[in-house]
Each structure stands twice: as C-alpha cells, then as structure tokens.
C-alpha cells in the first residue's frame, strides 16, 4: 500500500506539471519555476548514484535492502520529474542553440522515463526482473551523463567536459607589445573571460554571441553590440558601465566583473574603429595603453639552469664583464670589454652559451673566421656584433638564434644578399645596418614582407628606437638621520624625469621632477627619462632609509685590512655598490668587527643593522654571527642585549650578493653599544680555499 501511495504521487505530480506544460503560458511565474531546474536537478542525480552504490554493495554482501532501494528510487523518479517540467520552463527564457537545447531536453526526458521505470520495477517480484535490474540500471545512470553533458553544452559551451583532457594550445611566444594582435590577444581574452560563458553560439543571451569577430558583428536581439570608432554608442560600452543592480548591466550580478582596466581597454579598442585585423604596431599608443598591455604579453620559459660560479669567473678571466639580467635568475648580458679578442676567449665564452641572452662584442677585432661559436648560443635576445670585421658569412652563424630580437651588425661588410639569407630563417624585430653596404630598396623590400624593423642610419626612425640614457644621482648617500635632498642630472637637454616613492613604475602620469627630491621617510624611489622622439629610458631605482642616530666617536679592536681601508665607512651614510673594489666596503681578513659606539647621551634604540657583501669566488663571505651588547656608560660592564645567528643557504651564491642583517633590540636604551660581527674565521672545507683566511666585508652599521 506504501507503494502504491507512493505511485499515485508521481502520478498526480506529473499530472499537474504536464497541465503546466500545456495549458500554461510562459509568464513571469512559470520563468521564475525554471530558475530552479539547476537545484532540483541534482536530487535525482545524487540519489540515485548513492541508491547504485546499495544496490552494488547489497548483491555482493547478500544483504539486499530491497526497501530502501525502492524508497531512493521513489524519491528519485520524484525529482526527475519535477526537474525535467523545470527544465522546459527555463527553455523559455530563450537564447539557447534550438538542436542542443532539443538533445538535452528529450534526453531528459528519457532519463526520467528510465529512473521511473527503474522505480516501478523495484517492486517486481519475476526473478527473471531482477537479473535485468542491474543492467537497466546502469544504462539509466549513462542517459543521465550524456544528458547532463548536454546540458553543460548549453551552460558553458561545447568543450567544457573535455576543454582539460586534450593537450593545452601551444601559444606563441608574444614579447613585444607592437606584436599584440588588438583582438585576439587582448579583446577576445577578455571577452572569454567575462562574457563569452553566456554569449556563445549553444548559448546566445540576448541572441548575442560574442565568440568571433562575424557574430560580434552580426549583434543580439537589440542590435548592434558595437559602433566602430564611437564606444559610448555601443550596446556593449552601456552594459559594462550600467550600475550593477540595473537589469540591464553586464556581466549580470554575481558573475565576475569587468575590471577598469579591461573596461579601458574594450573602450580603447572600439574607438580604434574595433579592428579585428591589426596588430598593435598599426594602432596609436599612449603611456597608458602600454602599460596595461604589458599583462598580455606572453613569454617563453627557457628553463635555463644557473651557470657554475667556475665557469662566469673564467669567462671573467677571459676579459668579459658579466651580469645578471634579473638578480637570482640564470639569464646573462656578456660584454667584451677590450679591443683585441681571440678565438680561445671566444672558446671560454662557450661554457655559458645557455644563460647568455645579451652579447656585445662590438668594436672588436671579430672576424668570420672566430664567429662558427655563434651558432651554439640559441637564447640569445640581442647581439651586438658592429664595428667589427665581419660579413655575410658570419650571419649564416645565426640562422638557429630562433629567439635573437634585436641584431647590431653597422659599420661592418654586411651585404643585401647576407641580411636576405638571413632573414629567410630568423626574423628579429630590429636591425641595425647603418654604414654596411644593405641598400635602402633592398630594406624597405625586405621590410614589406618580413615583421622586422632595418634601421639604415641615424634619422628618425632610428631615433625612436634609442633609449634616452637614464638620469643619474648627483649624491651617493641613501641613508639619512632626519631629511634628504635628492638631485639628478641627465646628459640630453629638455628631458623630462618622473619619479614614484612607494615602487611602481614611473610614466608620464606619475611625479615630475623640477629641481630636487625632498624625502623624510623612507622610501624605494624610481626614476624614467622622457623625450619627445625617443624612448623612455630605464627605470632606475634606489631604496633610502631614514635612521635615529648619526655615528661621530666610535672605537674599532682591530683596523680593516690595509687593501680595503676605512673605518670610517662605517657610518658615513653611503652604501656600496656589488663592486667590493667600489671604496665604499671596507675588508677584514680572518678577523671580527669589533666595534664600541658612544651616542653621546642615553637615547632609544630598536634595531642594529649591518650592511655585508659575499662573493664566494673572491673568498668573500657573509658573517657567521651578529651580537650586540649595551652599557649605560663606559665604566660598566657590556651586557648582550641581542643576537643573530647566519645559517648559509646552500654552499656556493648568487656571484655576488649584498643583504643587510638586522638584530632586533626594542625599547632599548643605552648611550654606549658595542656591535660584534663575526667573520668565518677560516675558509670551510667545501671552499677550494679551505683553510685559507676569509673575507669579511662591511659598509655601514646603521642605527635605528
């Protein structure tokens, strides 16, 4: 009789939803019942996944129970119901692909009319049913996935189930902002990242698809989403900026928003008559503009292994000078700095083939003859190979340089045949052909077919493509007691600085500088140069930091080195440089820092700060430990007030590195203290120099 009862639920259930469905029109009640065919939905599903799980778990045990099988199933053939009427409620809204819409509506269907039938044979008692039971369950449970693929077609689109099981798209390389397509490297991301979810072609919100440029233009069911060249006419730029809680404003409340910068970029795009087709070399650029695209370039990961601190020192040794590009990353900018180079310097250059990206043998007697080597060095990124000796047959050395952007090759015997056979293997983004015998036909020619820029001497747009060289401090000091001037001076005339103080980067938009920097707290300070017809030029930065007490009377145990003196280095408010031979460091061989400073009164002091330089290679090495002791005055004893042990990281560095160690002493108050900072003694056994004095090298002892 329970059953029974529960049968003639369903019964009256479904009764009720198909009058629904047939006599009812699609009013504002019936499309607010089909917002919820997502909830109900998983009832079903859920239910009787769990009843299969019984059901399994039942025959293999032999402790089938029967009567909570027949209730799950009961209650899911309930909710099949009621969610597939829902169902066809929410198609009334409209906006959906009709073939996929209609697949997952009569799929629904079928899964309802199985997980019923799943229901009422539950009750049977045929023994031959029962057999059966089992395989007709599990087809049911495979309508109900393809059904429910169907309908996240409709919700997501047509690759949602399978966007993560095939292999990620290859995207290349992108790191020039001049090789940006406008639309599909940044309008389309956007618009996928935003819109896309409901306006694609199985779900057309609006009857709006937003997928490709012919369906952006084709428009919705209120026409056109955009008017090329007028933003704010354009149905799109209205959505976007209508307040959230208007119905009208996309994307609708508690999808994810549009950010202003995607907003300023949308904008830009559809007042640049919303090309579909340019790159952003064809489009006007402005300071903001590059700034915004620099999120959507895209760059390769070499995955390049840090070079052995051996080799950069013989690579040194043979006459180079080498930096890293970023600190504590691999990638290196190699410079011959002598006229007279060899094929054995040239050999030795080799062990850092991998992490050079910039090489500049320029003004050197390079000929063809010493340029086979070339062809090992497949990262580089810019090469400077002018003034040299060289000619066609060195270029042919570089036609495997697959990620080489910028070539320098003026003032050399560089033909038209030379740089066309070049170009037919590599394309970098500039070259430099000035005083070479490349003809001015020959590159507009080649410059018509290839995505290359050939400068052939210095007019304009050779000096578009010149950085302005970056202003330079005229005081070294970054440390001060109570307030700093800061002043610069910049070789070009009329060149306008910007400066930031909490770490961005500077544009036209940021701080101007007149006639100084006036600074009362610390700060990290970043300085560009701008000038009409040229390139910015690079930022430079300087941290400066504000501390309690200028040193005048201190005391040393032990004077520095006699190759590295000073002692007033100490406290003379100037930090050195990764130079260690710059004169700002002072150098102690196999001995302490043992120093007493008198405040000249009791004062608070919250914190010591030590400035230290290691490079392994040079024997130089961070401390081993910092203490600090205090006295009220100079009859008494010292009495330690704080400590920090240095644990090295791993044996060899960085080449060489600068940090500044801080002991902490709150709250303190003293007139006297006496900073201990403890060399290595002796090199450890790992060093090559084992046993050999070491290094310890120091610049400022700061009091905050």
Known sequence: MKFLKTKHVITVTVLLLVILVVFVEPSRFILFLGRFHPVILHLPIGALILTFFIEIVGRITNNYPKQVIQYALGFSSFFAVVACILGYFLSFEGGYDTNTLNNHLWLGVISTVLITGLFLWSQSKSKAGSKLFLPFFTLSLIAIAITGHHGSILTHGSDFLTQYAKPPATIKPITHIDSLHMFDDVVFKILDSKCIQCHNPT???????????????????????????????????????????????????????????????????????????????????????????????????????????????????????????????????????????????????????????????????????MTSGLNKFKNLKKLHINNTKITDESLKHLQKAKRLETLNVYGTEITNDGLIALLQHIVPKHIYVWQTLVDDTTIASLQSKYDTQIFSGVDKDFVEITNLEAPTFLNDKNLFVDTISIRLVSKIKNVKTYYTTDGTEPDTTSLLYKDKIFLDRPVQLKIKAFKEGWLPSETIEKNFFKIKQEVSKYTLVKQPDDRYPGSDKLFDLKE??????????????????????????????????????????????????????????????????????????????NGTEIKKYTVNIPNTKTQYLRVVIENFKTLPSWHEGAGTDAWLFVDEILIQ
């Not at 300023?264 to 579909?276: C, G, S």
């Not at 008198?598 to 490079?615: Q, T």
Request: aromatic share 8%; charged share 30%.
């Open 576 to 653: 050195g440089s990764t130079l260690f031979r710059d004169g700002n460091w002072i150098g102690f061989s196999g001995d302490n820092v043992d120093t007493t400073i008198d405040l000249e009164s009791v004062k608070p002091i919250d914190k010591i700060s030590v400035n230290c330089l290691e490079n392994v290679g040079n024997w130089i090495l961070f401390p081993k430990k910092l203490s600090v002791y205090s006295s009220l005055d100079k009859d008494s004893e010292f009495k330690k007030i704080g400590e920090l042990n240095i644990n090295r990281q791993g044996r060899y560095g």
């Open 203 to 369: 779900k057309r919100k609006g009857e709006l698809a937003l997928n490709s440029p012919e369906n952006i233009l084709q428009g919705g069911e209120n026409g056109k989403v955009i008017v090329a060249g007028d933003a704010e006419n354009s149905q799109l730029y209205k959505s976007i900026h209508l307040p959230l809680s208007d119905d009208k404003h996309m994307p609708p409340e508690g999808k994810p928003q549009l950010t202003n910068n995607e907003q300023w970029l949308l904008t830009y795009w559809i007042n640049n008559n919303a090309d579909f087709e340019h790159k952003m070399v064809h489009l006007p650029k402005n300071d903001t503009l590059n700034t915004l695209l620099k999120k959507y370039l895209v760059f390769e990961d070499l995955n390049i292994k840090e070079a052995s601190l051996r080799d950069v020192n013989k690579v040194k040794e043979a006459g180079f000078t080498v930096f890293k590009l970023v600190p504590k990353q691999p990638e290196l900018s190699v410079k011959f700095e002598n006229k007279t180079i060899s094929n054995d310097a040239l050999k030795i250059l080799e062990k850092l083939k991998n992490q050079i990206i910039e090489l500049d043998l320029s003004h050197t007697n390079l000929s063809d003859d």
